[in-house]
């Protein structure tokens, strides 16, 4: 079960040298050393300051080494306003969603 991925909603994007690409909106990874969580975090680094020990790395890596360190509260609500903002965020382009990273 270790470095499995499981995603949740799906998205496109453009990078910045115009590639195509499909991410899901959020998402998480299990590995022996914790788990690293999959979502645009970057609007929200306010709120991810409390939720105890954690790594951010790259645009939207999460990593944290074990539950008891957080506060799942401020946790689940980071991932759902994440997922919201995405959300609102996505254009409909050709039958395809699209997010724009930046």
Known sequence: MWNKHFGFGKYYYKDSKGGGHSFYM???TIARHGFTLYLDWWNYKKDIEKIGKYKLTGKSCLAIKSIADIDPSVL????KNSCVEMKKSIQKRDDELYYMRT
């Open 76 to 79: 689940k609500a980071v991932i």
């Open 26 to 28: 959020t998402g998480f």
